[in-house]
C-alpha cells in the first residue's frame, strides 16, 4: 500500500519539531545565563523550569505513540548533552515526558492537559528532588523540585493556548479536537442537523455503530464515531436531493447523468466543508472513502433505460477504505442502510444481512486495502448485528388495557 501523505507528514514532524524544541531551549537557556551571570547556575535553572513536556504531550496528542516515544528520547539526549547540564537532567526530561504523554492517552476534554502538565512536573520535581538530595543535598533543592512543578505547569498551559494554532499549521487533529467535534454545538453538526435532519439521524446511527464496531476489533473508537457522523455532510448542500431528507416521493434531479453528479458531490462537498471547518484530513478520509469505489446501484438499473444514459460507469470516484476505521465505516454505512429497508426482525436475519454486505464488499475488492483481517470481519458482522437487532427488532405491544387512545391520553394531560 502506498504511503499516505498525512503519514510522511507526520514522520517529518518529529525530527523537525526537535530542532525548533531545540533551539527554544538554548534560546531560553542564553537568557537564564544573562539573568543569573551563572553558566552553571543557568543550565540547572534552565532545565528545570523550561516546558520540555509540552512537546511530547502535543505529539501523544497529535501524531501518535510511536512518534512520540521517539521523540521523548532523542529530547532526553538533546538536553543531557547540553554543556554544564546535571548529570540527570536527561533522566528527569525522560521521565517528565513519559508521564505527561501518558496522561493525555485517553483525553476527556483539554482540562486533561492542565492535569497532563502537573502530572508531568510532579514526576520532575520527584526525580529532581530524590537525585539532587543523594548527589548535592542544600537549600538549592527545594527551589530546584518548586521549577521543576512550575515547568510541568507551563508545559499544560502552552499546549492549551498553542494547540488549535498549531492545528492549523501542520493539519493536525489532535484527540481534544474530535471530542470537541462530537459535540452538538459544533457549527457543521448544527448545519448538518438543520438543514438535513433525516441525514443527521443516520448519522448518529451510523456514529454508535462504527464506534461499537471498533471497539470490538480494537480500532481507534473515537476517530470512527467521528468520521460516521461527518461522513455525508456534503449533503447540506442540496439536502433535497436525498431520500431522508424529503418529504415527497422523487428527487428533482431525473437524468441519471444529472443524479450521479449530485452522488458524487455530496462527496466532494463533504471533504471541502470538512476541511473548511479544520477536522483535518482524517476526517476528511472518511468521506472521501465511504463509498470507495463502488456502484450506485440505485442508479445501475434506472440507468439502462434513461433517454439521457451517462457516458461512464456509475461507480464512486474513490479512493477504496485505506484505514480499518474507514473500511468499518463504509461496512456499517452499507448494512445500515439494507437494514432501513428490509428491517431484520431476528438476530439470524440481522446476522444474514451483515454477512451478505461483507461478502459483497470483499468480492467487489473494497476492503483490500483496508486492512481489516477475516477475523476482524467476522467480529464486525456479528457486533454490528447485534446492534441491529436491538434498534430493529419488533417490540411486544401493550396489553389491551393499556393500549393508548385519545381519551386516555386526554385524561393524562388532565
Sequence with gaps: MAVRVNRVRDLAYVPLSMVLWAALFQVWEFAAARMFGDRAVASVAAAAVFPIAALPIYTRLAVGFGPTIIQILSLAAVVQAVPGMMPFAGLQTLVAGLVGASRVAQPTGR???VRAGLWSGAASAAVFGIIAIWTWPGPGVLAGVAASLVGGALSGAIVLAMSPGIERLLGHVTSLTLLEALSYD???????????????????????LCDVAARAVGADALIARVGALYHDVGKTVTP??????????ANTVVSTRERARVLI???????????????????????REHHGTSEMRSLVDRGGHDADPPAAPLRYPGPRPRSRETGILMIAD???????????????ESLALARMTVDRLVAEEQLVHSGLADDEL????????????????????????????PARLRAVKR
Design 240 to 249: 433535497e436531493e436525498f431520500a431522508e431528507n424529503q418529504r415527497g416521493d
Design 265 to 287: 458531490a455530496h462527496v466532494t462537498n463533504g471533504v471541502a466543508l470538512v476541511l473548511a471547518h479544520g477536522l483535518g484530513d482524517r476526517i476528511a478520509d472518511f468521506v
Design 111 to 113: 482540562g486533561s492537559i
Design 378 to 405: 467476522d467480529e464486525i458482522e456479528f457486533t454490528l448485528a447485534k446492534v441491529l437487532h436491538a434498534i430493529h427488532h419488533r417490540r411486544v405491544g401493550y396489553p389491551p388495557a393499556l393500549e393508548p387512545t
Design 334 to 348: 452499507q448494512i445500515e442502510a439494507t437494514a432501513r429497508s428490509r428491517t431484520p426482525q431476528t438476530l439470524e
Design 186 to 208: 459544533h457549527p457543521l453538526m448544527r448545519e448538518l442537523m438543520t438543514r438535513a435532519p433525516g441525514t443527521f439521524l443516520h448519522s448518529t446511527n451510523l456514529g454508535v
